[in-house]
């Protein structure tokens, strides 16, 4: 099992940044890459960014150049760097650990973007 604590959510305004951390602990060897996924009210989960092992980055165009994904994997936590954020990037959003053979998620932390 792998177990995920995201932090680091809360209310910020528009075109202002944010950092969100996840820690995972556990059978954390079954992990080869690590992702925050996000969940706007009304809609479906979507993906933001990932990132593998070897420190490969995915995201998602809408939060290219705005966003950055990274690891301390002597910490084994990952890190979403968020600017320039717009309202419509409030959402729910949560850290996944994609392991063999199932993925992981954390409870989820809410980003609100408002004025």
């Known amino acids: 099992q792998v177990q995920l604590v995201e932090s680091g959510g809360g209310l910020v305004q528009p075109g202002g940044s944010l950092r969100l951390s996840c820690a995972a602990s556990?059978?954390?060897?079954?992990?080869?890459?690590m992702g925050w996924y996000r969940q706007p009210p009304g809609k479906q989960r979507e993906l933001v960014a990932t990132?593998?092992?070897?420190?490969?980055?995915n995201y998602a165009d809408s939060v290219k150049g705005r966003f950055t994904i990274s690891r301390d994997n002597a910490r084994n936590t990952v890190y979403l760097q968020m600017s320039g954020l717009k309202p419509e990037d409030a959402a729910v959003y949560y850290c996944?650990?994609?392991?063999?053979?199932?993925?992981?998620w954390g409870k989820g932390i809410l980003v609100t973007v408002s004025s």
């Open positions: 996944c650990a994609h392991g063999t053979p199932v993925d992981y």
């Open positions: 556990g059978t954390i060897w079954l992990i080869y890459a």
């Open positions: 990132i593998t092992n070897g420190g490969r980055d």
